[in-house]
T-cell receptor
Framework: GAGVSQSPSNKVTEKGKDVELRCDPI?????LYWYRQRLGQGLEFLIY????????KSGLPSDRFSAERTGESVSTLTIQRTQQEDSAVYLC?????????????FGQGTRLTVV | DAKTTQPPSMDCAEGRAANLPCNHS???????VYWYRQIHSQGPQYIIH???NNETNEMASLIITEDRKSSTLILPHATLRDTAVYYC????????????FGAGTRLAVHP
């Protein structure tokens, strides 16, 4: 596709359920980022994938959060045993490579509501 | 990553220039200054970046001081659609270049 695609666009889930959020980066982009944005707040870094290197998971808030990426394509962010505090917009971005001078392109996000 | 400091909010009249400041006093010599913006309910959008020379593109101009400790993003003729949160980011060199967003400046353009 022409841009970063995220699905679903909206997700309502019950507290305690697991959810999977999907990100399709721009073709050829080796770097992929996940962010969380709570209502009225800034972007909170979660995880960063760069090619075949080990991902930077330093932003994951707890062990309920995990993410995978298959090669340089699709990524899935999984939240287990969701809590109401997990309600937020989850944004994915991709960029061409590890060097400087590479802008990141963001998707429209998945709005997660935990009830 | 070097930290950046931005005012939390600014106002600008439509048609006037919007000048958004950013302080990055601990920036390293090989770190670039990036600007992104986030319009309500959308993902962030890249605007411009620079190292030490002033830069201009179709969206904005970036003025970086000679000592590189601060910069200003200039929207030459602000429109209502420029109302957004503007983020100034300093990006580290090396293999891992994760983008860390601060609180940004909320710019309100009014008629």
């Amino acid at each position: 596709g022409a841009g970063v695609s995220q699905s679903p666009s909206n997700k309502v889930t019950e507290k305690g359920k697991d959810v999977e959020l999907r990100c399709d980066p721009i073709s050829g982009h080796t770097a992929l980022y996940w962010y969380r944005q709570r209502l009225g707040q800034g972007l909170e870094f979660l995880i960063y994938f760069q090619g075949n290197s080990a991902p930077d998971k330093s932003g994951l808030p707890s062990d309920r959060f995990s993410a995978e990426r298959t090669g340089e394509s699709v990524s899935t962010l999984t939240i287990q045993r969701t809590q109401q505090e997990d309600s937020a917009v989850y944004l994915c971005a991709s960029s061409p490579g590890p060097g400087l001078n590479t802008e990141a392109f963001f998707g429209q996000g998945t709005r997660l509501t935990v009830v | 990553d070097a930290k950046t400091t931005q005012p939390p909010s600014m106002d600008c009249a439509e048609g006037r220039a919007a000048n958004l400041p950013c302080n990055h006093s601990t920036i390293s010599g090989n770190e670039y200054v990036y600007w992104y913006r986030q319009i309500h309910s959308q993902g962030p959008q890249y605007i411009i970046h620079g190292l030490k020379n002033n830069e201009t593109n179709e969206m904005a101009s970036l003025i970086i001081t000679e000592d590189r400790k601060s910069s200003t993003l200039i929207l030459p003729h602000a429109t209502l659609r420029d109302t957004a949160v503007y983020y100034c980011i300093v990006r580290v060199d090396g293999g891992y270049n994760k983008l860390i967003f601060g609180a940004g400046t909320r710019l309100a353009v009014h008629p």
